[in-house]
C-alpha cells in the first residue's frame, strides 16, 4: 500500500525540481504525466488527513495545458481544484481568475 502523499515511492513535494525541470527542458508531455500523478497523491492525502490540497501541483498543470493552448484541459484541472478544500494563502483567488480566463479562452475555440 503507498503511503499518503506518495507517488512511485517519494513524497509529491520530492518532484518540484523535476517538474520545473522538465518544464524548462519543453517536455511537457513527461511533466502532464508526472503532475497528474503527484495531483493524485495531494488528493489522496488532503482527503484522509483533512485538509487543504496544495495548489502549485494544479497550477503547473494549468501552465501546461495553456502552453499547449489546450484551454479546455486547462479549465478541467482548475475546476478540479475548485472543488477541492484548500490550504490557506493567496493562491486560491490567483488560480480563480485564471480559470475565468481559461473559460474565456476556451469558448473563443
Do not use: C
Not at 41 to 54: D, F
Not at 76 to 94: D, F, M, Q, V
Amino acid at each position: 500500500m503507498n503511503k499518503l502523499g506518495f507517488y512511485k515511492g517519494r513524497h509529491y513535494t520530492e518532484y518540484v525540481e523535476k517538474v520545473k525541470a522538465l518544464k524548462r527542458a519543453g517536455d511537457l508531455d513527461k511533466a502532464e504525466k508526472l503532475l497528474l500523478g503527484l495531483v493524485d497523491a495531494v488528493e489522496k492525502e488532503s482527503r484522509a488527513e483533512g485538509y487543504g490540497v496544495a495548489p502549485w501541483y494544479y497550477e503547473q498543470l494549468a501552465i501546461v495545458y495553456r502552453k499547449r493552448r489546450d484551454y479546455k484541459a486547462e479549465v478541467t484541472i482548475l475546476e478540479r481544484y475548485a472543488k477541492k478544500t484548500h490550504a490557506p494563502g493567496a493562491t486560491r483567488p490567483k488560480l480563480m481568475k485564471r480559470l475565468e480566463k481559461a473559460r474565456k479562452l476556451s469558448q473563443q475555440e
